[in-house]
């Protein structure tokens, strides 16, 4: 099994920053692409940014320039950088995986339990 644990939510005021983290543990034989998406109240769940094994990244139009995606793949860890944040980030923002496992040696996604990130005004 596949266990994602994000960390470093919080509160932070409009044109404040954060850094949030995923990091990836169990029965992992190589991770494919990682994003973040978030999902805000009474809105669908939102694609952020994502970056693939080489390091390819993309973004949605609204966090570029003040969002950066990384990897450290040695840690199985993904990083979010978000500056200048604003209200309309406020969201819980969740890590998905692509793992190739140990035991399948197929992919499959996983997801966090998700991270709130509050921006106040």
């Known amino acids: 099994q596949v266990q994602l644990v994000e960390s470093g939510g919080g509160l932070v005021q409009a044109g404040g920053s954060l850094r949030l983290s995923c990091a990836a543990s169990?029965?992992?034989?190589?991770?494919?692409?990682i994003g973040w998406y978030r999902q805000a109240p009474g809105k669908q769940r939102e694609l952020v940014a994502v970056?693939?094994?080489?390091?390819?990244?993309n973004y949605i139009d609204s966090v570029k320039g003040r969002f950066t995606i990384s990897r450290d793949n040695a840690k199985n860890t993904v990083y979010l950088q978000m500056i200048s944040l604003k209200p309309e980030d406020t969201a819980v923002y969740y890590c998905?995986?692509?793992?190739?496992?140990?035991?399948?040696?197929?992919?499959?996604?996983?997801w966090g339990q998700g991270t709130q990130v509050t921006v106040s005004s």
């Open positions: 998905n995986a692509a793992v190739v496992t140990t035991t399948a040696l197929r992919e499959y996604h996983y």
């Open positions: 169990g029965t992992i034989y190589r991770i494919n692409a």
């Open positions: 970056i693939t094994s080489g390091g390819s990244t």
